[in-house]
């Protein structure tokens, strides 16, 4: 009996994964075939989902009222960005709180679209606040205020962050 | 013995050609960076859908080298085919990166094309395909993927049976950063594949050698000391197999199957004290695993040879036991998979909220539908189809927000219809003045402005009079006419004063003409700006009477052609949900029961060998033999 227990483990070792894998080739043609219909589909919705941010652009954000806020953070930083609040003239615009994955992103190049609104054309002000963390692991707190005209294409402000250094916010806006 | 390694060879593959779009040192295009913003979260659906709409307006431009994203389109290009490769979309990223290849573009960017390219061919099995990618590669190649190219061509020929060919071209990789042990590991392969058994091991020897703190390394190491000390079991040379097999590190993973064989060489050498240390170790470690239940039925055959019978006894009876247990798990399994549990598992939010959610799948609450889910997913199909089906759960989702959204579009454009209606005609009729009027400035302005022009080339004093001086100048021209018609006998003496006044008069706007030139140029230009700012006023008050009209007209058929879309695209997800979860279903049951199966055959074993051991127990009792 030992032998033959020896023998049909051995046989399973060397043969196992053959049998397995010729028992699965059978319902892999058919993943096959069902994955080239994935990919259709996947790529009908893609269009679809274009077609539809065009259309709710269009009539959420109209080109002349439209004003989009990115945020990036200067490349090399270090420091870790936890929030960011964002007023437009006194009102509370948007805030957000940054997940682990959202600040790896932003570490990597990534902008974030934080905001997107309707605002009439003219000046405007914008105060941004960001929280944090600097590298050696002391809180921070950092404001400023900007004034950004509003005219009558869409408008996209960049706002990019770094860790706050000696006289400055760490905080710049630019326009796009 | 074959199949492994080149199943590994793929997968390692895989793992090291995945690619991740990189910082731009000097991002011009928010909007691209906003689609890398996703895509560095994992999330490639909407980073494709952000970038494709975004080359797509892009190409439509008359002139694209005024939009920012004319800096980047090749980056934006190449990321749009890899963002499709890394959803799974390999059929639209041949495409992207094929058309990238076929621009005029730079020597560099068509090289990265091919290479990308012949990724995609590797990756859907089609060498050939692969194979010709590569060798449109000619000229400058980006040194970041000199190495990559390379390593694709020796697996390229390793899979096309081609070994001697990708033996030279891993011989010049083994001293690569990226591809060092990899390609040490793969040339071993290679050398086995051309019949060159010596070489092959004396190569595998070299890559289970290799001194690195990397974790893919590390773990290439080790399958390297596996696949020789198995290829010296086959040979029959266990004491030879056995250094390597011990290579191989207790906590990698490749560490179970390299315990059990190590245990298998010194049963052969009839060493079977040495057989039961690494067994040991592995009878204790998780049951689901092939190599621990055979390590559970090996281990009390070594004691029986050991003629340990009361021990081995025990061991048989904890197998016994312990297959009997995983087979009711199994049995569960297969009953709550044929229940339509172990979609409903699959499908949970918190799966997919996570880039890396095959990991997360470890995390899942233990349930009769996930006990063996992390073992099936080691077949690629079960892995791809997996995939599929949590993309096709997304899309469902997605699609059912955005079927939710139309009625509150419809709703919004009617809202807008019933405010703005009634009050346009109103709006129309001042707009109508307004326009009138402005179109009469213009005619003014425009006048006025050719009266300067004309008086720069040809002096007219006289059309700079003021109102007063014209009164004066057009009496004095009243009187003269009635002074020459009559017979007044002061006609002469009257004449002379009109003259002298006229003269007066002119000598004034003749001395002031220059200055009164000036400040009437002066003047336009005060009035130039007025003329300005009543244009834009003007231009803004038709921009908001078209926005007015805009924001509730030419809805109706984009909605209704998308509301339709959108209603098919869901049939046609959830019909390929329930076909491919049905398929994932067989494939799981079909799995099961085949362990189910051999945990059967192996408990009948365990059950017999039991009953021989007691036996033997009782005799050796009898015989007064100790353990």
Not at chain 2, 49 to 65: K, M, N
Not at chain 2, 136 to 148: E, L
């Amino acid at each position: 009996m030992p032998r033959f227990i020896r023998t049909f483990l051995i046989a399973l070792l060397i043969f196992g994964p053959v049998v397995q894998s010729g028992a699965q080739e059978i319902s892999g043609d058919d993943m096959r075939s069902l994955d080239g219909q994935v990919q259709e589909i996947k790529s009908d919705v893609l269009d679809i989902a274009s077609d539809l941010s065009i259309l709710e652009e269009r009539l959420l954000y109209p080109s002349d009222t439209q004003l989009a806020l990115f945020v990036s953070i200067e490349e090399d930083e270090e420091f870790r960005l936890d929030a960011v609040q964002i007023e437009i003239n006194g009102e509370l615009a948007t805030h957000h709180i940054y997940s682990f994955k959202e600040l790896e992103a932003l570490q990597k190049g990534g902008v974030q679209r934080i905001y997107t609104g309707n605002i009439a054309t003219g000046n405007h002000d914008l105060n941004v606040t960001m929280i944090g963390k600097h590298k050696n692991g002391d809180d921070f707190n950092a404001s400023d205020n900007f004034v950004f005209a509003k005219g009558i294409k869409p408008k996209a402000v960049g706002i990019t962050l770094a860790g706050p250094g000696s006289g400055n916010s760490g905080i710049q806006v630019g326009d796009w | 013995m074959s199949r492994a390694p080149f199943s590994v060879i793929g997968l390692l593959l895989f793992a090291c050609l995945a690619t991740s779009p990189s910082r731009s040192d000097e991002l011009k295009d928010l909007y691209f960076g906003e689609a890398l913003y996703h895509a560095h979260q994992g999330n490639f659906f909407e980073a494709l859908e952000r970038l494709d709409t975004e080359v797509r307006q892009h190409a439509e431009l008359d002139e694209p080298e005024l939009d920012t994203l004319y800096y980047h389109i090749n980056d934006a290009e190449f990321s749009l085919g890899d963002f499709e490769l890394r959803y799974r979309m390999h059929h639209r990223a041949g495409r992207a990166i094929r058309a990238v290849l076929e621009g005029a573009v730079d020597e560099i960017v068509r090289n990265d094309a091919a290479y990308r390219l012949a990724r995609i061919h590797f990756q859907k099995n089609q060498m050939a395909d692969a194979m010709r990618a590569l060798d449109r590669i000619d000229g400058k190649v980006p040194v970041s993927i000199r190495d990559d190219i390379e390593f694709l061509r020796a697996n390229i020929y390793l899979a096309q049976g081609r070994p001697e060919e990708s033996v030279d071209v891993l011989k010049k990789l083994e001293g690569s950063k990226s591809f060092g042990g990899f390609a040490s590991y793969n040339l071993g392969i290679a050398y086995l594949q051309d019949g060159q058994r010596e070489a092959a091991l004396t190569q595998l020897d070299r890559a289970g050698l290799i001194a690195s703190d990397d974790n893919s390394e590390l773990a290439i190491r080790d399958k390297s000391n596996l696949v020789l000390g198995t290829i010296l079991l086959e040979d029959n040379n266990f004491e030879g197999a056995i250094p390597y097999l011990n290579r191989v590190r207790l906590d990698g993973p490749f560490s179970n199957q390299a315990l059990l064989s190590a245990g298998w060489a010194s049963m052969s050498t009839e060493n079977f004290e040495r057989a039961v240390v690494p067994w040991s170790i592995l009878a204790d470690r998780e049951v689901t695993d092939h190599a621990t239940q055979e390590a559970m039925l090996a281990l009390p055959y070594a004691y029986g040879k050991l003629n340990v019978h009361g021990r081995a006894a025990i061991h048989y009876g904890r197998a016994l036991d312990s297959f009997g247990a995983e087979v009711s798990k199994l049995n569960e399994s297969i009953e709550s998979i044929r229940e339509g549990k172990f979609l409903e598992a699959l499908v949970r939010e918190e799966i997919r909220k996570d880039k890396d959610w095959v990991i997360r799948l470890r995390s899942l609450p233990e349930a009769p539908e996930t006990y063996y889910l992390m073992e099936l997913l080691a077949t690629h199909d079960f892995q791809t189809g997996l995939q599929n089906y949590l993309d096709l759960a997304d899309l469902h989702r997605k699609l059912e927000v955005w079927q939710s959204s139309f009625d509150s579009f419809d709703e919004m454009v009617e809202i807008r219809r019933s405010h703005y209606e009634p009050l346009l005609p109103d709006v129309d009729t001042q707009f109508r003045e307004l326009d009138s009027r402005m179109r009469l400035r213009i005619e003014q302005h425009r006048m006025l402005v050719q009266r300067r022009d004309d008086m720069l080339t040809t002096p007219r004093p006289e059309f700079l009079a003021t109102r007063a001086e014209q009164a004066i100048l057009a009496s004095l021209e009243d009187i003269e006419s009635q002074v020459q018609g009559s017979d007044s006998p002061f006609e002469g003496s009257l004449e002379q004063r009109v003259r002298r006044l006229k003269g007066m008069l002119t000598w004034t706007l003749e001395t002031e003409y220059h200055e009164r030139l000036t400040e009437f140029n002066e003047n336009l230009s005060g009035l130039d700006e007025a003329m300005e700012v009543a244009q834009a006023q003007y231009d803004q008050y038709v921009r908001a009477r078209q926005a007015a009209t805009h924001s509730f007209e030419g809805y109706e058929d984009p909605i209704g052609r998308l509301r339709v879309d959108v209603r098919n695209a869901v049939d046609k997800v959830e019909l390929l949900m329930t076909r491919q979860g049905r398929l994932l279903e067989v494939v799981a049951i079909e799995e099961l029961v085949a362990r189910r199966d051999r945990l059967e055959s192996y408990g009948d074993k365990a059950r017999f060998a039991l009953a021989d051991s007691y036996d033997r127990a009782t005799q050796s009792q009898a015989m007064g033999v100790e353990e």
